[in-house]
T-cell receptor
Framework: QKEVEQNSGPLSVPEGAIASLNCTYS??????FFWYRQYSGKSPELIMF????GDKEDGRFTAQLNKASQYVSLLIRDSQPSDSATYLC????????????FGQGTILTVHP | KAGVTQTPRYLIKTRGQQVTLSCSPI?????VSWYQQTPGQGLQFLFE???????NKGNFPGRFSGRQFSNSRSEMNVSTLELGDSALYLC?????????????????FGPGTRLTVL
């Protein structure tokens, strides 16, 4: 079992729709959860981080965390073509200095 | 604030050579983590430095090494390059890199160094 798994892609949604990206993790001691966006040929860019169970909203983005189910998700509302990118879920253990464990990424395409 | 910078941006080397990559963190950040990104393996953690000390290391051979200077700038070195070392090498900085419940733990990535080994 991979440490961090993301829903298989690619994911294609029409402009204006909600895109739902999912991630599960195996280490129950994980404390911090991050979503990064990576455009082709670029480096990962932080979208959101979440530490506590529940929802965290930032503009069109909502991160959801359920530690009991070891599940974290990212919702993108009113998806735009500029949201087309690879989305990376990253998890940090409670005692793991400076180490993020990444999922394989989900490719999102938003078509006009 | 200026972001994380990495030099050089592109490198072409041949098998057996060695290479040194440099990373300057965001001003005030003391933790620098290094990652390797390949199409097959994705993003994998190499090591992390804080206050000039390596605190964590990923599952890479000893050919991969690093160091951090007193100004928090970091370098990583790969010796005896192999074809499989071709990758995008990313560094990320954070303020502390240790606290599990603080945004001081959040990592910000540099643009990366694209290494091609021929």
């Amino acid at each position: 079992q991979k440490e961090v798994e993301q829903n298989s892609g690619p994911l294609s949604v029409p402009e204006g729709a909600i895109a739902s990206l999912n991630c599960t993790y195996s280490d129950r001691g994980s404390q911090s959860f991050f979503w990064y966006r990576q455009y082709s040929g670029k480096s990962p860019e932080l979208i959101m981080f979440i530490y506590s169970n529940g929802d965290k909203e930032d503009g069109r983005f909502t991160a959801q965390l359920n530690k009991a189910s070891q599940y974290v998700s990212l919702l993108i509302r009113d998806s735009q073509p500029s949201d087309s990118a690879t989305y990376l879920c990253a998890v940090k253990g409670g005692t793991s200095y400076g180490k993020l464990t990444f999922g394989q990424g989900t490719i999102l395409t938003v078509h006009p | 604030k200026a972001g994380v910078t990495q030099t050089p941006r592109y490198l072409i080397k041949t098998r057996g050579q060695q290479v040194t990559l440099s990373c300057s963190p965001i001003s005030g950040h003391r933790s620098v983590s290094w990652y390797q990104q390949t199409p097959g393996q994705g993003l994998q953690f190499l090591f992390e430095y804080f206050s000039e000390t390596q605190r964590n290391k990923g599952n890479f051979p000893g050919r991969f090494s690093g160091r951090q200077f007193s100004n928090s700038r970091s370098e990583m070195n790969v010796s005896t390059l192999e074809l499989g070392d071709s990758a995008l090498y990313l560094c990320a900085s954070s303020f502390r890199g240790a606290s599990p419940h603080s945004d001081t733990d959040t990592q910000y990535f540099g643009p990366g160094t694209r290494l091609t080994v021929l």
